[in-house]
């Protein structure tokens, strides 16, 4: 079969898999250029039926699955006030468990601290542990004496 029959097969896989996003067509149509590839070095039919045989049954059977498995996850990337949880911060006044400033990324936000017990002095270095509304909740990077 000439090469650009292979290539015209791969381009209608392709559209195919644009419209339907399975991950089957898209890898079929990778498997048709494989067959391209092969018929454009001049190997014969059967050459080129086991190369695309074995090319599509490599990317359904390996490599689908494990796109399939990373599509599904969550991404990892945190937004909002969830993107500050676990960043250092520094006290501008003196923290207590009901008041407090503290300098997160060049803004000042109102802070209390995480153990009510602790009064966090202003220059230390603290760690945000949650955000409730616009308030941080944070720990000292280094306990207090």
Known sequence: MPWFVWLL???ALGVAEFFTFTLVFGLLAGAALVAAVVAGLGIGLLGQLVAVGVAAAAGLVIIRPIALRHMTQEP?????????IGKRAEVMQEV???????????EEWSARAFDESLVIPVGASVDVMEIEGATAIVYPRELLP
């Open 76 to 84: 990892i990337t945190r937004d909002g006030t969830d993107a500050l």
């Open 96 to 106: 207590t468990a009901t008041r407090g400033l503290i300098r997160l990324y060049g």
């Open 9 to 11: 097969a791969a381009g």
